[in-house]
């Protein structure tokens, strides 16, 4: 399946899924937010899918955000526009939210507004040394959106998330490493080997077993103690009975490594 901005490619159970507008830092347009809906769909559908990477073409932009040029030129109908694109937009993420498969971001520059929520929505990040974050958002009189006053809010807390939204404060990949909004921090010129790397790590990895720990993690909010525990117990009964878990544990007992196949 191609793509207007979007690349998606499968190999070896990794999809690499790439914001394809450079000419315009990757900033979502309707198009390619229909088209990031259509690439969840298939990605979180596909059971040969077993690890994903979200990155941005160029050298300069992860993703702006929003075009706000498209939002400048439909101002007169700016309401159906913007419910249009979020509408796909979190439909795209509750798809990347829910798959058992890791989605692993790998920050290759600018990463502002919605392109920060890319960042906060992936499962683990790796950034470039050249990446830079921002929110944006307020500093153009808007709210946020693309799920990042969930997931920033849990990365960060709410002091620090606060801090973002209203100072539109430009963090460095650095300093991102230190507030906890990426795991790791690299050359430019690793960073597609490292996120590689680790997702080929991750895709030969229990792949039920990723997905019962996201969709856990998903829940502790709202759950109280016991109703947690009760979804852990669940899950890993789950997990014990599936062909990853008991291969694991045999593994285990014979001193060897396990080989997982996501089932």
């Known amino acids: 399946m191609s793509y207007?901005?979007?690349?998606?490619?499968?190999?070896?159970?990794?999809?690499?899924?790439?914001?394809?507008?450079?000419?315009?830092?990757?900033?979502?347009?309707?198009?390619?937010?229909?088209?990031?809906?259509?690439?969840?769909?298939?990605?979180?559908?596909?059971?040969?899918?077993r690890a994903a990477v979200l990155t941005g073409a160029g050298d300069q932009a992860f993703c702006a955000g929003g075009d706000v040029s498209?939002?400048?030129?439909?101002?007169?109908?700016?309401?159906?526009?913007?419910?249009?694109?979020?509408?796909?937009?979190?439909a795209a993420i509750s798809r990347f939210a829910w798959m058992p498969a890791p989605l692993i971001g790998a920050v290759n520059g600018v990463a502002a507004g919605a392109g920060l929520s890319a960042v906060a929505f992936c499962d683990l990040v790796?950034?470039?040394?050249?990446?830079?974050?921002?929110?944006?958002?307020?500093?153009?009189?808007?709210?946020?959106?693309?799920?990042?006053?969930?997931?920033?809010?849990?990365?960060?807390?709410?002091?620090?998330?606060?801090?973002?939204?209203?100072?539109?404060?430009v963090l460095s990949a650095r300093e991102a490493l230190d507030w906890g909004l990426?795991?790791?921090?690299?050359?430019?010129?690793q960073l597609t080997d490292e996120a590689g790397a680790l997702a080929t790590s991750l895709a030969a990895g229990p792949t039920r077993a990723f997905g019962g720990v996201k969709k856990l993690l998903?829940?502790?909010?709202?759950?109280?103690?016991?109703?947690?525990?009760?979804?852990?117990?669940?899950?890993i009964a789950e997990m014990a009975t599936s062909a990853d878990g008991q291969e694991g544990i045999r593994a285990f007992t014979d001193k060897r490594k396990p080989t997982f196949t996501g089932r």
């Not at 901005?5 to 900033?27: G, K, L, Q």
């Not at 990426?182 to 010129?189: I, L, T, Y």
Request: glycine fraction near 4%.
């Open 182 to 189: 990426v795991n790791k921090v690299v050359g430019a010129g």
């Open 4 to 49: 207007e901005t979007i690349d998606y490619d499968v190999r070896d159970s990794v999809a690499w899924i790439t914001f394809n507008r450079p000419d315009r830092f990757n900033a979502m347009n309707p198009v390619m937010l229909r088209e990031l809906c259509d690439v969840a769909i298939r990605c979180s559908s596909d059971k040969g899918v």
């Open 218 to 235: 998903q829940s502790t909010a709202t759950e109280s103690l016991e109703t947690q525990m009760e979804r852990e117990t669940r899950f």
């Open 126 to 169: 790796i950034a470039s040394e050249a990446a830079t974050f921002t929110s944006a958002y307020t500093q153009i009189g808007l709210t946020p959106d693309g799920s990042s006053t969930y997931f920033l809010n849990r990365i960060l807390g709410p002091r620090r998330t606060m801090e973002l939204y209203l100072t539109n404060r």
């Open 70 to 90: 498209e939002f400048a030129r439909r101002l007169d109908d700016i309401d159906l526009l913007v419910k249009e694109m979020t509408t796909y937009l979190h």
